[in-house]
C-alpha cells in the first residue's frame, strides 16, 4: 500500500529537517536525517528501531510503509516523531555532544514558552528559534571544550606518568573542594561518566576545573601538588574571560 504525505521543513535549534503528514495521523520524520541532525549514520536509528523499548512505541503507530511525499516519487523510511525525540534522548545519554546540545536546547524552549505563556509575554516563532539555536551552539561548544581539556590532562598525566584518578581528585579538591568522585555522585552530573567531568550542568566550578585541566597539562615541569597549585593559581587568572572564549 502507497500511503502520501505532505512535506515541510522546520528548523529545530538551527537545524534544518523535513517532516512529513499523514492525514488523520501524527508527523513522522525522515529516519536518515534524524541520524545525520545528531551527525551519526542511519545505522544509529536502525538498531535503535530494534531495540525492544522502540518497539513497544512504534507498535502503537500504523505501518507508513512506501511513504510517498508531494513532489518525489522516491519512497522515504520515516520514523514518528516521539520515537525521534527518544532517539535523540539516548544519543545524548550515550555521550554525543550534539544529541545533548539538541535535546537540551529543545527543553529550554520548552520550559520558555511555558514561562512566557504564564506571564503573557508574545515571541514569534523566529525569535523562538533563535534563542533554541544559540543555546545548542553554546551548549555544543563547551561540551567539546571541557572535553578537550580532560583528554590534554589524560595524555598529560600518561606522559608523566601522574595516576590519573588520584590526580583528578586532587584536581577538584583544590579547585572546587569536592572530589572527582564526590562530583560525580552529585544529581546535576549527565551523561558518559567515563570522559571525566564534562557532563556536570554548566556553571563556574566546572569551567574552572577545565581551566585548571588546561593549564596543568600545557606546563612540562613539576609534580602533581606543584603543577595543581601553579595552574589553579593562573586558571583563577583568566576565569574571566573563560565564557566568552567558549562561545558562552
Known amino acids: 500500500m502507497v500511503t502520501k504525505a505532505k512535506r515541510a521543513l ?10 512529513f503528514h499523514v492525514a488523520d495521523r501524527e508527523y513522522v520524520m525522515s529516519q536518515t536525517q534524524v541520524a ?3 551527525g551519526l549514520d542511519s545505522v544509529y536509528i536502525r538498531r535503535f528501531l530494534m531495540a525492544e523499548q522502540s518497539k513497544l512505541l512504534l507498535a502503537e503507530v500504523p505501518q507508513l510503509d512506501n511513504l510517498l511525499v508531494e513532489g518525489s516519487n522516491k519512497p522515504v523510511n520515516v520514523v ?3 520515537v525521534v525525540s527518544r532517539f535523540w534522548f539516548d544519543c545524548a545519554k550515550k555521550g554525543h555532544i550534539r544529541a545533548e546540545a539538541l535535546a537540551f536546547a529543545c527543553m529550554d524552549e ?4 511555558r514561562c512566557d505563556n504564564a506571564f503573557s509575554i508574545v515571541k514569534t516563532e523566529y525569535q523562538y528559534e533563535q534563542q533554541t539555536a544559540t543555546h545548542r551552539e553554546q551548549w555544543e561548544a563547551r561540551r567539546k571544550y571541557l572535553r578537550e581539556q580532560h583528554t590534554n590532562f589524560e595524555y598529560a598525566c600518561k606522559t608523566y606518568g601522574f595516576s590519573c584518578a588520584s590526580t583528578h581528585n586532587k584536581l577538584t579538591l583544590a579547585a572546587v573542594h569536592k572530589t572527582a568522585k564526590e562530583l560525580k555522585e552529585l544529581e546535576v552530573i549527565q551523561g558518559n561518566r567515563d570522559v571525566g567531568l564534562n557532563y556536570i550542568e554548566d556553571s563556574d566550578e566546572l569551567l574552572l576545573v577545565a581551566k585548571v585541566k588546561k593549564n596543568f597539562s600545557r606546563y612540562r615541569k613539576g609534580g602533581v601538588d606543584e603543577r595543581i597549585h601553579r595552574a589553579l593559581k593562573d ?4 576565569k574571566n574571560t573563560l565564557y566568552s572564549s567558549i562561545g558562552g
Do not use: D, H
Not at 10 to 19: K, M, N, S, T, W
Not at 235 to 238: L, P, Q, T, V
Open 10 to 19: 522546520i528548523q529545530i535549534a538551527g537545524i534544518e529537517v523535513e517532516v
Open 36 to 38: 545525520e541532525s545528531v
Open 80 to 82: 514518528p516523531t516521539n
Open 110 to 113: 520548552a520550559l520558555q514558552r
Open 235 to 238: 586558571a583563577r587568572k583568566e
